[in-house]
């Protein structure tokens, strides 16, 4: 049972540069949601997807897009990388509004 | 905006201790509260989850608790072990679509 996850695990860019983080969930579940989790900071909210063909703002969504491609992935696009989006990116999902909040392993993202 | 704390950021325990984890939040009007585990290098692992209308809530050696009108929640860890060393972390949901996330508790049992 694979949960939660993510590709890449990591990944080095240049200033400038865009790239798209992957999640795909098999567990069925309606809400999906992107975190960034920076030393100090705790994990803060980016994105997220409340059901498939739904997406919101969370606290921090300046430099980021999303596409929940279908009820399974949810994807998230750095348009133009910038240092201050180095970081530990991970997914989530969750069956309903009571249900417990399932995570990726995460995807490190330096940005030099 | 919601502010969680937890307090301490770091805890040193002999193995076999029994200790407590603690977790306070400045909004009382929650949804949920879930206790997460996370090693080193990744992801988050959820251990115990609580509704707004329960107190308590127990998986093996962990026990829950929430105080609403307090504003806080403690973790129970009963006769620690040197693979609970980890970092703990409390979240709560104070509506629909968000959880608000303390910094943790970095947790390590000496053998």
């Known amino acids: 049972n694979a949960g939660v996850t993510q590709t890449p695990k990591f990944q080095v860019l240049k200033t400038g540069q865009s790239m798209t983080l992957q999640c795909a969930q098999d567990?069925?579940?309606?809400?999906m949601y992107w975190y960034r989790q920076d030393p100090g900071m705790g994990l803060r909210l980016i994105y997220y997807?409340?059901?498939?063909?739904?997406?919101d703002k969370g606290e921090v969504p300046n430099g980021y897009n999303v596409s929940r491609l279908n009820k399974r992935e949810f994807s998230l696009r750095l348009e133009s990388a910038a240092p201050s989006q180095t970081s530990v990116y991970f997914c989530?999902?969750?069956?309903?509004?009571?249900?417990?909040?399932?995570f990726g392993e995460g995807s490190r993202l330096t940005v030099l | 905006k919601q502010e969680v704390t937890q307090i301490p950021a770091a805890l040193s325990v002999p193995e076999g201790e029994n200790l407590v984890l603690n977790c306070s939040f400045t909004?009382?009007?929650?949804?949920?509260l879930q206790w997460f585990r996370q090693d080193p290098g990744k992801g988050l692992t959820s251990l115990l989850l609580i509704q707004s209308s329960q107190r308590e809530q127990t998986s093996g050696r962990l026990n829950a608790s929430l105080d609403k009108s307090s504003g806080r929640s403690t973790l129970y860890i009963a006769a620690s072990q040197p693979g609970d060393s980890a970092t703990y972390l409390c979240?709560?949901?104070?509506?629909?679509?968000?959880?608000?996330f303390g910094t943790g508790t970095r947790l390590t049992v000496i053998p």
């Open positions: 909004d009382s009007a929650i949804y949920n």
């Open positions: 979240a709560v949901r104070p509506g629909a679509n968000n959880l608000f």
């Open positions: 997807s409340a059901s498939e063909g739904t997406t």
């Open positions: 989530a999902s969750r069956a309903n509004r009571a249900g417990e909040l399932f």
């Open positions: 567990m069925n579940h309606n809400s």
